[in-house]
């Protein structure tokens, strides 16, 4: 199991940056591909970012492309989502989440759901982010 724990939030002005933090515990962690998701205030929850165990792949929901980048440190147990160029926009809570991938006995490749809620089985608290314009 895993436990996780998503600081970093806060309130930023238009422009800002902020970086977030998801802290997990358990010594697994550097096997569990990673995703940050996000809810708006009366919005589905949508999916922002996503790492792979190794932090060799990254991908991104197209609305963050260029302006958002996730990493992770394995070693500190540690994913983290670096928010540059913010907008009102990316108000939201934030979420981190670890993959699972299992769905009726059958493992889906991260690569190809990494952006589907459903396959993840562990979640943070959550953290507020709200950009002021």
């Known amino acids: 199991q895993v436990q996780l724990v998503e600081s970093g939030g806060g309130l930023v002005q238009a422009g800002g940056s902020l970086r977030l933090s998801c802290a997990a515990s358990?010594?697994?962690?550097?096997?569990?591909?990673m995703g940050w998701f996000r809810q708006a205030p009366g919005k589905e929850r949508e999916f922002v970012a996503a790492?792979?165990?190794?932090?060799?792949?990254?991908y991104y929901a197209d609305s963050v492309k260029g302006r958002f980048t996730i990493s992770r440190d394995n070693a500190k147990n540690t994913v983290y989502l670096q928010m540059n160029s913010l907008k009102p926009d990316d108000t939201a809570a934030y979420y981190c989440?670890?993959?699972?991938?299992?769905?009726?006995?059958?493992?889906?490749?991260?690569?190809?759901?990494?952006?589907?809620?459903?396959?993840?089985?562990?979640w943070g608290q959550g953290t507020q982010v709200t950009v002021s314009s």
């Open positions: 790492i792979n165990w190794s932090g060799g792949s990254t």
């Open positions: 989440a670890a993959y699972n991938g299992l769905r009726f006995g059958v493992r889906y490749a991260f690569a190809r759901s990494y952006g589907d809620e459903s396959f993840y089985d562990y």
């Open positions: 358990g010594r697994t962690f550097s096997s569990y591909d």
